[in-house]
């Protein structure tokens, strides 16, 4: 069936994005892409693995002294996140 009015190609993909319910999985690949553009070469070195979910993003490092140090600065981390993503999508971060 076609349609008779002009629709914007962008407006059709987030409603194929919506009909699959594949928000999360775009966002998770979104932030695993920002992740080196914030963070510098000794705490890419150690990350071990990043996965998001629902605003939660949960960063596995191999150094615990790292750890406490990213801890220490997870709101700038955030920040730091939603802009490289152009999006409000980041409200915590969770390491292991």
Known sequence: MRRKEVVPLS?????????FKIEDKLDEVEIIHAWPKIVDKKVLACTLEISY???????????????????????????????????????????K
């Open 53 to 95: 979910a629902r605003g939660l993003v949960r960063v596995q490092l191999s150094s615990p002294v790292l750890r406490a140090e990213l801890n220490m600065r997870r709101t700038k981390l955030i920040e730091d996140l939603n802009k490289v993503c152009k999006a409000n999508i980041v409200k915590e971060i969770h390491f």
């Open 11 to 19: 407006s059709l993909l987030k409603d194929l994005i919506k009909a």
